[in-house]
């Protein structure tokens, strides 16, 4: 549940992210890295290619880093945001 950090009306923050925590991490200290998808590349625009397919999750396990995978929503009115893309106005 990622809408609790965002609270107002004008974000187009979805419901939920993804976090991804590699396994010596649970006993161990480990870095975090925050993944920002592009323009499109939200999990209802493309499922769970973005987080799959980038290879963000291998170098995550073999480096001790926890991902966060936050997630924006597409919006056709306001916060107009017809990409879902993070920043898209700046």
């Known amino acids: 549940d990622q809408k609790k950090y ?3 009306v004008t974000s187009s923050l979805a419901n ?3 976090i991804y925590i590699p396994d010596k991490c649970n006993d161990n200290e480990c870095s975090l890295h925050v993944v920002f998808h ?3 590349q939200t999990v209802s625009d493309i499922g769970l290619n973005y987080i799959y397919g980038t290879g963000y999750l291998g170098l995550a396990e073999s480096n001790n880093i926890i991902l966060l995978f936050p997630q924006i929503e597409v919006s056709k009115i306001y916060p107009y945001n017809p990409y879902g893309c993070w920043d898209w106005w700046g």
């Open 6 to 8: 965002n609270p107002g």
């Open 16 to 18: 939920s992210g993804m």
């Open 38 to 40: 592009g323009c499109s």
